[in-house]
C-alpha cells in the first residue's frame, strides 16, 4: 500500500470512531453530558462485616470494621493452624493506631505459639 492510500485508511477509521454512540457528538447525533457531583470534604462514615465458613477448606475468619470521620474501629478473627482463634481488635485516628491481639482456645499441635513447645 501507498502512503496515500494508509492516510485515507486512517482518517477513515478515526471518522467512524467519533461518529460512533456512546453520548458523544456526531453525525446527526446530540451530545449528552452526565456530571456526578463529588463531595471531596464530606466525613467519610462506613460500615461493614463479612464472615467465612467453609468446612471444605477449613477457612474461617471474619471481619466488622466502623469509620466515623478520622476515626476506625475493628475487629478481626481468624482460626489458627494450630486449633487456637486469633482476635485482633484495632482502633486508628488522627493520634496513630493501636490493636490488641489475644487467642482463645489451646493449640493441639504444638510448634511455634502453641503450648507444647516448638518439636516436642
Known amino acids: 500500500m501507498n502512503g496515500g492510500a494508509v492516510l485515507a485508511l486512517l482518517v477513515l477509521a478515526v471518522?467512524?470512531?467519533?461518529?460512533?454512540?456512546g453520548g458523544g457528538e456526531g453525525w446527526g447525533g446530540h451530545h449528552h453530558h452526565?456530571?456526578?457531583?463529588?463531595?471531596?470534604?464530606?466525613r467519610p462514615h462506613y460500615r461493614y462485616d463479612y464472615r467465612v465458613h467453609?468446612?471444605?477448606?477449613?477457612?474461617y475468619h471474619s471481619q466488622w470494621e466502623h469509620r466515623d470521620g478520622k476515626e476506625v474501629k475493628g475487629t478481626y478473627t481468624l482460626w489458627q493452624p494450630d486449633g487456637r482463634r486469633?482476635?485482633?481488635?484495632?482502633?486508628?485516628?488522627k493520634h496513630g493506631a493501636d490493636?490488641?491481639?489475644?487467642?482463645?482456645?489451646?493449640?493441639?499441635?504444638?510448634?511455634?505459639?502453641?503450648?507444647?513447645?516448638?518439636?516436642?
Open 15 to 21: 471518522v467512524s470512531v467519533s461518529g460512533q454512540g
Open 54 to 59: 467453609d468446612d471444605h477448606t477449613h477457612d
Open 34 to 42: 452526565l456530571e456526578e457531583y463529588i463531595d471531596y470534604r464530606a
Open 86 to 93: 486469633r482476635i485482633v481488635d484495632y482502633r486508628a485516628g
Open 99 to 120: 490493636y490488641k491481639i489475644r487467642y482463645e482456645g489451646h493449640s493441639r499441635h504444638g510448634g511455634i505459639g502453641g503450648e507444647e513447645g516448638y518439636g516436642r
